[in-house]
């Protein structure tokens, strides 16, 4: 580990080296002194030439520091998720380090510190000669310039370009004359512009202790637990010795421990020599053995536990957004270095809400496959991500995602740009943007639209944006092939799948998918949405986070909020770093909003396929679930008038039905439900919600027409007819009617009446079993009237008797009063005898009359007493 005797021929080199620097000492003593005669006669000289590319002095940068990420809690307290760093570096000042330290440094390092001006060419000097011949080996470096060539390597580190880099790194640390003389220049200008304490003080913040651990403050934490300031005498020599050669003496490695002892002892020395530690301090420490304490300081998302994948999020914004930088590597190196503190938008008991729910119920490794469920939360109206969970643990070794299923890097919740994921088929969620372009053409709720199955042809469907072609399409219901004609508010409660295709094929295909792309919904491995029919059920593959940006636009009045992780960032002066802000955009109208927020809210109401996803807390919400073809995945997104969620369950990789999974709560629609309802239940209880606004009574309602006039008309015309005018015909089978066969007979409803577009209209087809029925035979006799009729044909019933009306018989007076004759009387009253004869009596009532009637219908005639 130390140096070799030196050979003859090296000594003389030494030597001749020692003459070569003692006459450019000499000129750099003068270039302090007198910098305007420094030179003068002597630029020939090639050694001197160095300095012509050096600048007049050495400006002090600052150093890299580790940035870290925090979240808040509800009582807004701050909660350390994960810090990063190139150099894991705490830069504090000279007062918070241990005299020990200090006294070690220059004691060891450079004993004139405070009497030269950047340059010992005493101690140089001595270090040559020692070298050269065979003694200690020796650096020679003051502090002074020793803080330059760490300045120099710092510099060289912070470079992006690879090449650049490696060779700005060779140049400061080659070991020629050439660089000493540069070091020696550059120490001198920095000693002219700075104070003694501030170089020293840069030079302990800035010195390598061995692998990432930069700074004396961040060695003394991660080597022995402390603080700097209250290192002990031996410990403070332990980390003093590390310097002299930092990844051979650094004492996180066992076998490294006896080679630190040797160097600290010897720097126990050195202070003991330069009266700045007593005897019997020296004896003490010396007598100590190196004893390590290493107290790793908490580096990358790995350390952010259940919100690691969130962190993971937050870390690709870095380096994705411009705003930190003009390329990726520059972004990540000003984040790794450049001591940020950054707030997130996380919410930590939402996030550990999340974390359980999931937990709890999608297990890490699922025998059945490649399957895993994520959620992910966002405030409406903000676009804040609220919280975001998934079922494995994250690692970013690829040794260690290889060690177990449980463990992966790519965040389900994100694109591919911020966590390497390309999104997973969303199903019938994607029905909303239909349904949205529906009440946009001003159709409502209450239409009717046909569900019937059917094959469909491409050329059924109009597409602006793309050629749709190819063989016909007989998609059916998630539920079977089944006739599900309803309105459109009953076919998004139940998710009916032939309803939605019926009314995308009534619309522009490529009008649907701007609808989706006016609240931020994109593909996630960033190609262009499609707009062929198919996608109208849910085949694009889409992330939850933005599926979960579209919801909360929904929820917002139709305002859509781009997703924001980060609330502040301030870096470790205190200077503010502007994060990206979340942009608001108006995709919809209020009322086409609100409207479409009412029929949501439908959506787990009794019967609908959200309802098992209630809080059950009273608070208003909106709800779609999707699944899509083979179970392979299933969803639910839904919203408050503060927070939207989504819950996504379902294959990676592979093609598993869900259904033949067997997950903690059974069955895959009842799983996503109840992770969703957790999730909801805290962030309800945390967050609130409002009544979301009333929806539009004409979007409610929607286009209304006219049933036509179709009376008479065969089936083929009046379906056609009807159909015409945007009714839906149904056939209600035959009716007795005296028109023609198979003529329309009547409709419900009737011809004339107003309803819905796309409501059915029934219509009942004529059996022609109905005739004219009898003329009136009322006023004539008994024996006329049932004579007329049978002669027409008609049967004639029993006859009817009724007596007269009270009211057409006189009222009995109280005393007896000569009264002439009565006059005959056609009638009778009460107590008296009818004067007629049977058969003379009057038909007063005839039933039926006229009309038409069957031929069999026998008649009635009513006569009085």
Not at 272 to 300: D, F, H, M, R
Not at 419 to 448: A, C, D, M, R
Not at 538 to 557: K, R
Request: glycine content about 8%.
């Amino acid at each position: 580990m130390f140096a070799k005797k030196p050979t003859r021929s090296g000594i003389i080199g030494g030597l001749l080296a020692f003459v070569g620097m003692s006459a450019v000492a000499a000129v750099l003593i003068a270039a302090a002194v007198t910098p305007a005669i420094a030179v003068t006669g002597v630029t020939t000289n090639s050694a001197l030439g160095v300095f012509d590319e050096l600048p007049a002095y050495l400006k002090i940068n600052d150093l890299a520091e580790k940035s870290s990420m925090y979240a808040k809690r509800e009582d807004g307290s701050e909660v350390l998720l994960a810090s990063f760093y190139a150099q894991n570096r705490i830069t504090v000042p000279l007062e918070e380090i241990s005299p020990f330290v200090v006294d070690a440094a220059i004691a060891t390092e450079d004993p004139r510190f405070y009497e030269h001006g950047g340059v010992d060419l005493i101690g140089t000097a001595r270090a040559i000669i020692s070298n050269a011949t065979g003694g200690d080996v020796q650096g020679g470096s003051s502090i002074s310039q020793q803080y330059v060539k760490n300045i120099l390597v710092m510099r060289a580190e912070e470079i992006a370009d690879p090449e650049a880099r490696k060779a700005a790194y060779y140049a400061a640390t080659q070991t020629t004359i050439e660089r000493k003389l540069k070091e020696m220049k550059l120490a001198i200008s920095i000693e002219s512009k700075y104070t003694k304490d501030e170089i020293l003080n840069g030079y302990l913040n800035i010195a390598s202790f061995g692998g990432r651990v930069y700074g004396i403050e961040s060695a003394s934490e991660y080597y022995f637990g402390v603080k700097a300031k209250d290192l002990t005498l031996a410990q403070a020599a332990s980390l003093i010795a590390t310097v002299n050669n930092p990844n051979n003496l650094r004492i996180d490695i066992p076998e490294n421990v006896e080679y630190n002892e040797q160097r600290r002892n010897y720097v126990l020395g050195r202070m003991l020599a330069e009266g700045k530690i007593t005897n019997k301090e020296y004896k003490a420490a010396v007598a100590e053995p190196v004893t390590p304490v290493i107290t790793p300081s908490s580096t990358g998302c790995q350390t952010a536990g259940g919100a690691a994948f969130f962190c993971d999020y937050v870390t690709w914004i870095i380096k994705n957004d411009p705003a930190f930088g003009a390329t990726e590597d520059e972004r990540w190196a000003a984040f790794q270095r450049g001591g940020w503190k950054i707030m997130t938008t996380l919410d930590v008991e939402l996030q550990a809400a999340s974390e359980t729910a999931i937990y709890e119920r999608v297990p890490k490794i699922v025998p059945e496959g490649d399957i895993a469920g994520a959620s992910v939360s966002v405030q409406v109206g903000t676009g804040r991500v609220l919280a975001m969970a998934q079922s494995k643990d994250y690692s970013a070794d690829p040794e260690v995602v290889a060690s177990g299923a449980n463990y992966t890097s790519v965040n389900y919740n994100t694109d591919s740009k911020y966590g390497s994921s390309t999104g997973f088929p969303v199903g019938s969620t994607y029905k909303i943007f239909t349904l949205i372009e529906w009440l946009k053409q001003g159709h409502g709720l209450n239409e009717v639209v046909s569900g019937k199955v059917k094959d469909w042809k491409m050329s059924e469907f109009k597409n602006s944006c793309e050629p749709t072609g190819g063989p016909n399409w007989k998609p059916v219901n998630y539920a079977g092939a089944f006739d599900s004609t309803t309105t459109v508010m009953n076919a998004l409660k139940n998710s009916y799948n032939l309803n939605f295709i019926t009314m995308a094929s009534k619309m522009d295909l490529c009008n649907i998918r701007k609808v989706a792309e006016s609240f931020g919904v994109h593909r996630a491995d960033q190609k262009t949405l499609k707009s062929n029919p198919s996608t109208i059920i849910g085949t694009e593959e889409i992330a939850p986070l933005a599926m979960a940006v579209a919801t909360a636009g929904i929820a917002n009045d139709g305002k859509t909020c781009t997703a924001i992780a980060i609330d502040e960032i301030i870096d470790y002066k205190g200077k503010k770093i502007t994060p990206p802000k979340s942009k608001c955009t108006q995709s919809v109208t209020p009322a086409v909003a609100r409207t479409t927020a009412y029929a949501m809210e439908n959506v787990h109401s009794a019967g609908g396929t959200a309802a098992r996803a209630d809080v059950g807390d009273g608070i208003p919400w909106i709800a779609k679930t999707g699944t899509s073809d083979n179970a392979e995945q299933n969803w639910i997104m839904g919203s408050t008038s503060k927070v939207a969620t989504v819950v996504w369950l379902g294959n990676v990789s592979g093609h598993v039905a869900l259904s033949n999974v067997d997950f903690t709560n059974g069955r895959q629609y009842n799983t996503k439900q109840d992770i969703y309802r957790d999730i909801m239940t805290v962030a309800n209880r945390q967050f609130g919600g409002d009544p979301f606004g009333a929806p539009d009574p004409n979007l409610v309602k929607g286009k209304s027409v006219s049933v036509p006039a179709i009376q008479g008309l065969t089936k083929e015309q009046a379906q056609a007819l009807i159909e015409s005018v945007g009714l839906t015909f149904t056939d209600g089978g035959e009716m007795d009617s005296e028109l023609p066969l198979n003529t329309v007979a009547k409709s419900e409803p009737a011809s004339g009446e107003p309803t819905a577009v796309g409501g059915e209209v029934k219509v009942y087809f004529s059996n022609q079993t109905l005739v004219a029925g009898p003329p009136s035979t009322v006023g004539m006799t008994e024996t006329l009237a049932r004579s007329t009729l049978v002669a027409a044909g008609w049967t004639v019933g029993a006859t009817i008797e009724l007596p007269i009306p009270d009211a057409q018989c006189p009222v009995p007076t109280p005393t007896p009063m000569p009264t002439p004759a009565p006059s005959p009387s056609t009638t009778a009253c009460p107590g008296t005898a009818n004067p007629l004869p049977v058969g003379q009596r009057l038909v007063t009532v005839q039933s039926p009359v006229g009309g038409f009637i069957k031929p069999t219908t026998p008649i009635l005639i009513t006569v009085q007493k």
